[in-house]
T-cell receptor, first 112, second 112 residues
Framework: GAGVSQSPSNKVTEKGKDVELRCDPI?????LYWYRQRLGQGLEFLIY????????KSGLPSDRFSAERTGESVSTLTIQRTQQEDSAVYLC??????????FGPGTRLTVT | DQQVKQNSPSLSVQEGRISILNCDYT??????FLWYKKYPAEGPTFLIS?????DKNEDGRFTVFLNKSAKHLSLHIVPSQPGDSAVYFC???????????FGTGTRLTIIP
């Protein structure tokens, strides 16, 4: 497809379970970002991948959060032992040579 | 520490009038600014940007103004249309670092 895609679109999980969220960036985009938006709040930066460089993990809120990216394609954000405060919309974005980031539709995570 | 602030969580404007959305920042290293628009259940979409060497950038009905001394930028939409109803996020970056810092957003409602 032409845009950034994310799956699943919605995920409901029980507290303590692990979840994996997937992002397919725009083909050819070297940069990939993960953000989180909690209810009523702004976009919170989580992690940034740029080409083959080491990722910028400075936004990850705890060691329960991790992300991987395969080359310059798919990325997976994993949350282990989910907590209720992890409930949010998780957004992925990619960019090419510019500063404009192109966002996917997000994954709405609900931890019960 | 909120480095990018949008102090108005919501704004209502009559159709056909001008909408003015404001954004303030604290980090003097920021030198590139973007506005994104977000509809419910969709990811944010890029609207318009401005670099610090300019004080104005215009694209159709959308104009962004930058006042570096005041660390303030604004987005003007004129004339406002019902389809402009959305949440608008201001974002900032340091040139050379593609990571964006987002504000908390302003919900714009255009009243027909």
């Amino acid at each position: 497809g032409a845009g950034v895609s994310q799956s699943p679109s919605n995920k409901v999980t029980e507290k303590g379970k692990d979840v994996e969220l997937r992002c397919d960036p725009i083909s050819g985009h070297t940069a990939l970002y993960w953000y989180r938006q909690r209810l009523g709040q702004g976009l919170e930066f989580l992690i940034y991948f740029q080409g083959n460089s080491a990722p910028d993990k400075s936004g990850l809120p705890s060691d329960r959060f991790s992300a991987e990216r395969t080359g310059e394609s798919v990325s997976t954000l994993t949350i282990q032992r989910t907590q209720q405060e992890d409930s949010a919309v998780y957004l992925c974005a990619s960019s090419g040579n510019g500063y404009e980031q192109y966002f996917g539709p997000g994954t709405r995570l609900t931890v019960t | 520490d909120q480095q990018v602030k949008q102090n108005s969580p919501s704004l209502s404007v009559q159709e056909g009038r001008i909408s003015i959305l404001n954004c303030d920042y604290t980090n003097s290293m920021f030198d590139y600014f973007l506005w994104y628009k977000k509809y419910p259940a969709e990811g944010p979409t890029f609207l318009i940007s401005i670099s610090s060497i300019k004080d104005k950038n215009e694209d159709g009905r959308f104009t962004v103004f930058l006042n570096k001394s005041a660390k303030h930028l604004s987005l003007h939409i004129v004339p406002s249309q019902p389809g402009d109803s959305a949440v608008y996020f201001c974002a900032a970056s340091v040139i050379g670092n593609e990571k964006l810092t987002f504000g908390t957003g302003t919900r714009l409602t255009i009243i027909p």
